[in-house]
């Protein structure tokens, strides 16, 4: 006999989440589970097995009013997004659903399928399988937890989340619980890490990819080196405090290895006597062309830049520098108008975007030195790095480097976490740095041949921790031919001049049209006042209008990322207001009289760069 609950919700999920219907259909009852009444009546689930007696996964007497008492038990009104861990029958989402507005967003991560399939068949879940801002992951794997985890975690980071918890679920499933918990949190900690660097930097971002458009043309593209070095060893030379102890070694084996350093290093490694074959600079900021001696650059090394630099340092590279294209969107705009220059994934720091070199220039293995992602003493960085200067320089009397140190590590008070390092002793590192070492992790789960030969700081999983003697004798056998990056020279640029100016001149005048209506929105600002339905229908006229044009609303939000993060907060504010519609018009005005200023200054300030940059290309 056909089941009538089943065809409603089978049909629903069938509409929109085609994907998860063909799962169902294809699905074999284990056996493991019964559904049965509970004594209201209604439907409760229990897990059985011949050796123990059932386990109910929900209340055998009132399961509705258990799930209501958990719902009401939680600031459900506080929060627009939400992850339901378990379903169950679904009477947790039957109640939350209740709860929420139609501009919620609900993620319900479910590791059975038998269970999922009899909460069709159990419970009519049409008007949670209606609700627009549901998500279903079923059963699913560890690559599309992590797809889908990292695309909703930036919302996630931004505007928070409230966890709705199925325990008996996760005592059911513990390693796959388990599993989504330490993906959630690190997919999380990279969103908050990234929000936090656009928030800082996102105006230094635009204006260094401006300055280094001419470099940009002219450079070859990382593109060009892929798999040029197949089997060729290679060292990541990171500023730890670890390379103190082994810098002098690698001079001895440096005609073994392709060295590949991140900017901080090159100071220590060119005092010590090794010269690199390739340098990466990929920070916005000044402190990163203190890594340099702008007035005596090494003749050997190639810089591998990033367009977010200061302009300076590929200035400094003119014959000697490649260039990939940057993950930040004004970065992937270029790269769409003047032709890709080649992407090596994604990073988050210097030293991971040197592993990423490594592997694709073809090198094997690829050995990681000074990579300590942790404080030694106090310390961050090796002797010679330019951060270790600054405390010698600045020392004066009793304010010794020692203390300067100190004082330097007190001000990660706030991200400082306890762990043990590679040897078991306790260490400390910091947030940021703990989600370096996860994205190292998940990048060498590819790359079977990764060593860490860092001698300190965090263990790095999937990097076979061996000391840099040992490596040089055993996996670096024999001198090799140091022509083999000759090749360099013979690159060419690939750029698309013409297209770039055009679309930057069509650019142009897209702003210029804002310009003109936004001034006058922002000259009658005063006037607004006093017909707010006037200015606010005006003002949601030009957000339908900005997103209608995604590609302008990206350029702008990559120049203006704070402001339009408060801008989405207030708006995250308004949507999950529970007042008068006076008050809901109230808070849309003063967003909206907030944002106006910005809106302009950001169209403005924009118009005026590219009108500079055309000048000179």
């Not at 940057?326 to 003047?338: D, G, L, M």
Request: charged share 25%; net charge positive; proline share 5%.
């Amino acid at each position: 006999m056909s089941n009538p609950i089943y065809q409603k919700n089978a049909f629903l999920i069938e509409k929109r989440f085609p994907y998860l219907q063909n799962k169902l259909t294809s699905s074999q009852a284990s056996g493991h589970f019964q559904v049965s009444s509970s004594k209201s009546g209604t439907p409760t689930l229990s897990f059985i097995t011949e050796s123990s007696s059932p386990k109910y996964l929900h209340s055998a007497y009132q399961p509705e009013t258990e799930a209501e008492k958990l719902i009401n038990g939680l600031p459900v009104n506080d929060y627009l997004s939400f992850i339901v861990v378990g379903s169950g029958l679904g009477y947790s989402l039957l109640e939350l659903t209740k709860k929420v507005s139609k501009n919620a967003k609900i993620l319900l991560i479910e590791n059975s399928l038998e269970i999922f399939k009899l909460a069709l068949e159990s419970l009519d879940l049409s008007e949670v399988l209606q609700h627009p801002g549901l998500s279903l992951l079923i059963s699913p794997s560890s690559t599309e937890l992590n797809e889908t985890l990292s695309r909703e975690a930036f919302g996630l980071a931004l505007n928070g989340f409230l966890p709705i918890i199925h325990k008996p679920s996760m005592s059911l499933f513990p390693d796959f619980f388990k599993e989504v918990d330490v993906i959630l949190n690190n997919a999380i900690q990279e969103a908050e890490i990234n929000q936090k660097t656009q928030s800082k930097f996102s105006r230094m971002f635009f204006h260094n990819i401006m300055e280094n458009i001419p470099a940009i043309i002219n450079s070859p593209g990382v593109s060009e080196l892929k798999s040029k070095m197949i089997g060729t060893p290679a060292v990541v030379v990171s500023a730890g405090p670890s390379l103190d102890k082994n810098i002098e070694l690698l001079k001895s084996g440096a005609e073994k290895l392709i060295i590949i350093a991140v900017s901080t290093a090159l100071k220590p490694l060119l005092r010590a006597g090794v010269s690199p074959d390739f340098i990466v600079a990929i920070d916005p900021d000044d402190i990163t062309v203190k890594g340099f001696d702008l007035k005596d650059i090494p003749v050997k090394p190639w810089l591998l830049f990033d367009p977010t630099v200061p302009w300076v340092i590929p200035e400094a590279f003119k014959d000697r520098r490649l260039v990939l294209d940057s993950e930040v969107y004004f970065s992937k705009w270029i790269a769409q108008k003047n032709g890709s220059k080649g992407n090596l994934g994604k990073s988050l720091s210097v030293a991971h975007t040197g592993l990423l070199l490594a592997k694709h220039l073809g090198c094997s293995p690829v050995i990681l030195l000074g990579q300590d992602l942790a404080f030694f003493k106090n310390r961050m960085h090796c002797s010679g790095a330019y951060y270790q200067n600054d405390f010698i320089e600045l020392a004066r009397g009793p304010i010794t480097p020692n203390y300067l140190e100190k004082e330097k590590f007190k001000k990660y008070a706030s991200s400082l976490k306890e762990t043990l390092d590679i040897f078991g002793q306790k260490i400390n590192t910091t947030i940021a740095l703990e989600s370096y070492k996860h994205l190292f992790e998940s990048e060498i789960i590819r790359f079977p041949d990764v060593i860490n030969a860092t001698e300190g700081g965090l263990p790095i999983a999937g990097a076979k921790a061996i000391t840099l003697k040992e490596t040089l004798v055993n996996h670096c056998e024999g001198k090799m031919q140091k022509d083999r990056i000759d090749f360099l020279t013979n690159l060419k640029s690939n750029s698309d001049t013409i297209q770039l100016k055009k679309s930057m001149k069509t650019l142009y005048e897209i702003l210029n049209e804002w310009l003109k209506k936004l001034s006058i929105l922002k000259k009658n600002i005063n006037l607004n006042v006093k017909n707010k339905d006037k200015f606010l229908n005006e003002m949601d006229g030009m957000y339908r209008k900005l997103t209608a044009n995604p590609e302008l609303a990206q350029l702008l939000q990559g120049l203006s990322y704070k402001e339009f993060l408060e801008w989405n907060h207030a708006n995250h504010k308004i949507e999950s207001a529970n007042d008068t519609p006076d008050k809901i018009k109230e808070l849309k005005f003063q967003r909206d009289q907030n944002f106006l200023p910005t809106l302009w200054q950001t169209c403005h300030s924009m118009q005026q760069t590219i009108k500079n940059v055309l000048n000179k290309i």
